[in-house]
């Protein structure tokens, strides 16, 4: 009986590890890595050139909030300030602008995939000194671009459709071709996608703390705002008892989405599904609030799931050693 035990439990150790060693170390076409970056990096730029406006209201050293007001508040709300680092607030109105720009011209060399590792890491520190500089309003899109950029320079995004490929590519294979698939490019998805799943089961269950998500409030709450909808939606109270069960719906779908997203999108017969009922409820969330990065964001994120024959049509191109 305890042979039969100990023998048991070693071929379920061993299945383990080989599903482990499966699931992070298969090697992979840095390809979807390599279209992620781009589009991940021209979000990244939309991003920081809507900041431009804010510069001197928020984030130099003479804004509205300075470094030891943004300290404070974080200590009176129970927070930790001290890795809230910022070099944001070491510089005046007139300054501000060059760094600003600086960190343009990282998020740019990223997308190019020059120096990819480089300007990865550059254009994630750039991102996260915004959202330290004033917290208070950050929103949800800094973490997402950062984990995604931080992700990327992991999965070696530069080894396709990149200035590093073009102008060093020779240099790091002899015959001038770059390996076609690598560990390091599937170690840098698996990555996303875990921590998508997480981000999604966090997104669900801090609406479950609050009151409108269970009454079925909280998108009238979002589409009664009138200064970030982009479509106005408060003529669905004059639909009585319809529009608000509408609502209703609309706004326990999202939550059971979201619930269901961190679970399912592992499941090979699921993912297809959640995938394209991403789609609906983005595209839902930004006709109702207006956050278009975001929800773009969130969207190439899940892109780290679509299965790798998705990609096939701009694969076989990119094989071939550079010219």
Not at 35 to 41: D, Q, S, Y
Not at 106 to 116: D, E, H, I, N, P
Not at 245 to 251: A, D, E, P, S, Y
Not at 298 to 305: D, E, G, Q, T, V
Request: net charge positive; no cysteine.
């Amino acid at each position: 009986m305890t042979t039969t035990s100990d023998g048991y439990f070693s071929d379920v150790t061993a299945a383990v590890g080989r599903g482990w060693n499966r699931f992070w170390f298969t090697p992979a076409d840095p390809l979807q890595a390599a279209l992620l970056r781009i589009a991940v990096g021209l979000l990244a730029i939309v991003h920081l050139v809507s900041l431009s406006q804010d510069l001197g209201r928020w984030y130099s050293r003479e804004a509205l909030l300075s470094p030891d007001a943004v300290k404070k508040l974080l200590a009176e709300g129970g927070e930790t300030a001290n890795y809230h680092y910022s070099y944001l607030g070491n510089f005046t109105d007139a300054d501000i602008r060059y760094v600003h720009w600086a960190a343009i011209a990282a998020a740019a060399a990223f997308t190019l995939g020059l120096v990819t590792p480089i300007s990865g890491a550059l254009t994630a520190a750039a991102l996260l000194a915004y959202v330290h500089r004033v917290p208070q309003v950050a929103g949800h899109l800094e973490p997402v671009l950062v984990f995604l950029v931080l992700y990327l320079v992991v999965a070696n995004s530069g080894a396709r459709l990149s200035l590093d490929r073009r102008l060093f590519g020779r240099r790091q294979q002899p015959g001038g071709e770059l390996p076609s698939t690598s560990i390091a490019a599937n170690v840098g998805l698996r990555l996303i996608q875990v921590h998508l799943a997480m981000f999604y089961a966090m997104m669900a269950l801090t609406k479950l703390y609050g009151d409108a998500w269970w009454d079925g409030n909280a998108i009238w709450y979002l589409v009664a705002r009138t200064h970030s909808r982009p479509v106005d939606f408060s003529w669905l109270r004059g639909w009585g008892r319809s529009g608000a069960l509408l609502i209703n719906f609309w706004t326990h779908a999202i939550v059971y989405y979201e619930l269901a997203f961190a679970v399912l999108i592992w499941n090979r017969w699921a993912r297809p599904l959640m995938l394209a009922l991403g789609l609906i409820v983005w595209a839902s969330l930004v006709v109702a609030t207006g956050y278009l990065l975001f929800g773009l964001a969130m969207l190439l994120a899940s892109a780290a799931f679509l299965p790798r024959e998705f990609f096939a049509p701009v694969r076989q191109p990119q094989l071939s050693s550079p010219r």
